[in-house]
């Protein structure tokens, strides 16, 4: 009964958002604030439901609770059971977001019940000058931190990449990080809506209120040990999956597609493609389903071969 699935976003206000998601990718919301379309989710309160095919509805909880390892994979059931382990999104930052960091799994399960949160992006689309923050300027120990961030200087010992389409970044858990204003991008993400704000750029709501910060506990959180890895190269061949990430958490490959593509699942996994520019048509032996710039399909584990065809069409393909 498993085929190509496609999810109905789940579409997020943010005091940062903007419009480029509706402008760009047609999502449905008249809002001048959206700020996140969470494409496949599993967070509580905010569950991914099918919206093509004859499971339309259904829930993609309900999907993994059902199909199991048909759905997830056989080595994927076995290590996260009825946990999706992944969130993807698209996200667009009209002004900057907080600067931030996550926790890695032993804190965040200590702490919160969840996963982690090791993530990656993929710039779609940037204004110009637009940047991202990733990690120190130079080696910063937990004292210096402290002590920029008391004085209201931290910005000064971070550091700012300008950035265009296709830049890719890995950002670990542990590692400060922050989306600039201008900046529409993709994500992927271990299943997590956990997040330390160290810093919010002194901003206000409507209201007067400032949004919480989490310095207590986010001190915790860092890695000052990392090293500044987080700029990934990758190849951009043609009809081939160029390796971009490759981690504990998933894989992740670039995809551009000029033709007619064979794969076969060999990762014993279920694999999602996004599609970052172009259309793609996802053939199997009973459907064919479509993709557009901005839109997410996953492949079940069960469906070992299928077709990716695309005159024009740039994916970004995902598996545990």
């Known amino acids: 009964m498993l085929y190509p699935l496609k999810f109905q976003p789940i579409l997020k206000d943010k005091i ?26 599993t967070v509580p309160n905010d569950i991914s439901v099918v919206g093509n095919g004859q499971l339309k509805g ?34 667009d930052a009209k ?3 907080s600067i931030q960091l996550h926790p890695n799994d032993e804190l965040a399960k200590k ?27 130079g080696e910063v120990d937990k004292e210096t931190y402290l002590e920029n961030l008391e004085k209201n200087t931290l910005t000064e010992i971070l550091n700012f990449d300008n950035v265009k389409e296709g830049d890719t970044y890995f950002i670990e858990a542990g590692r400060v990080h922050a989306i600039g204003a201008g900046v529409l991008l993709a994500e992927i993400q271990q299943t997590s809506d956990v997040t330390y704000r160290v810093y919010d750029w002194d901003r206000v709501d409507d209201n007067g209120n400032e949004r919480e910060l989490h310095n207590d506990i986010a001190i915790d959180a860092f890695d000052f040990e990392m090293e500044n890895d987080f700029r990934i190269d990758y190849q951009k061949q043609k009809n081939i999956s160029n390796e971009m990430v490759s981690c504990h958490f998933f894989t992740t490959n670039f995809i551009e597609i000029a033709s007619e593509l064979d794969i076969q699942n060999t990762h014993d996994s279920f694999v999602i493609y996004m599609c970052v520019d172009g259309d793609v048509e996802v053939l199997t032996k009973d459907s064919t389903e479509h993709i557009s710039k901005g839109e997410t399909i996953l492949i079940p584990a069960e469906i070992k071969n299928f077709k990716l065809k695309s005159v024009y069409g740039k994916l970004l393909e995902v598996y545990v």
């Open 16 to 41: 940062w958002g903007g419009e480029k998601l509706n402008q760009y990718f047609n999502k449905a919301s008249s809002s001048k604030n959206l700020g996140e379309s969470w494409e496949i989710s």
């Open 95 to 97: 002004q900057d977001l």
């Open 111 to 137: 702490r919160h019940n969840s996963f982690g949160k090791t993530e990656m992006w993929y710039v779609m689309q940037a204004d110009k000058d637009a940047n991202l923050i990733v990690g120190f300027k």
């Open 58 to 91: 259904q829930s993609l909880q309900d999907l993994v609770n059902n199909y199991k390892s048909n759905l997830l994979g056989d080595k994927n059931w076995k290590r996260f059971g009825n946990e999706f382990p992944l969130l993807i999104k698209f996200i």
